[in-house]
């Protein structure tokens, strides 16, 4: 890939056989074109495109946080292509068994400075309720009390994931999740994360640990 300083195809749009001129965030960019693929993907490169997959999948309840409340844009790396790679990391490949394995604890969907959130442990009161708590660490500091309270769930072997927005604020300690259907009876994994009031930052998320 080659970077262009001075446009050499202004005004121009599409592409020019297979070269393509790209404009990213105001960085144009040259490139050529892969050919469609004619022979079927090897084992290794199967294996590399399902995390691909799995990752898009795991993260498209909550991709539009993400883009928002994930770090500040590195360069080229969008807040979206941060926290697919924090997601990519934590999808393990094993190539030798043929299996992508999913570390849990390691995956983040927010990142910020804002004060992250001290968690109580997990509840289920009932068997179609998630009780998930914490301490309201915001001290006498007004704004902390109202920042608002992102809450994300996975099951257990299952990709999709299920994302509750501004559930509650701070100074409630707690929030109870009604289960779906597909949630219950399963052992889920869960994290959260804070919001300021006025959507400028946000915490990094806690895992909150499996339940």
């Known amino acids: ?36 693929r004619t022979s079927p993907p090897t084992i290794k490169q199967k294996l590399i495109q399902d995390r691909m997959k799995d990752c898009a999948t795991f993260m498209q309840s909550y991709r539009g946080y993400a883009c928002n409340y994930f770090g500040n844009r590195i360069g080229m790396k969008s807040s979206y292509n941060l926290a697919m790679t924090n997601l990519m990391n934590n999808f393990n490949i094993d190539f030798v068994a043929s299996t992508v394995t999913v570390n849990y604890p390691g995956i983040l969907f927010s990142k910020g400075s804002l004060l992250s959130p001290v968690s109580n442990p997990l509840a289920l009161p009932t068997a179609t309720t998630l009780e998930v708590s914490w301490q309201d660490n915001s001290g006498i500091n007004v704004e902390r009390q109202q920042d608002q309270a992102q809450i994300l769930i996975a099951a257990e072997d299952d990709i999709n994931t299920t994302f509750i927005e501004n559930a ?17 009876g399963k052992t889920l994994h869960v994290w959260m994360a804070f919001k300021n009031q006025d959507e400028t930052n946000a915490s990094n998320s806690l895992y909150l640990g499996s339940i």
């Open 1 to 36: 890939m080659g970077k262009l300083y001075d446009s050499l195809l202004s005004g121009t749009s599409g592409r020019t056989g297979r070269i393509v001129v790209a404009n990213v965030y105001g960085h144009e960019f040259t490139k050529i074109r892969p050919r469609k």
């Open 168 to 184: 509650a604020v701070r100074m409630d300690a707690s929030y109870t999740v009604n289960l779906p259907v597909h949630l219950q």
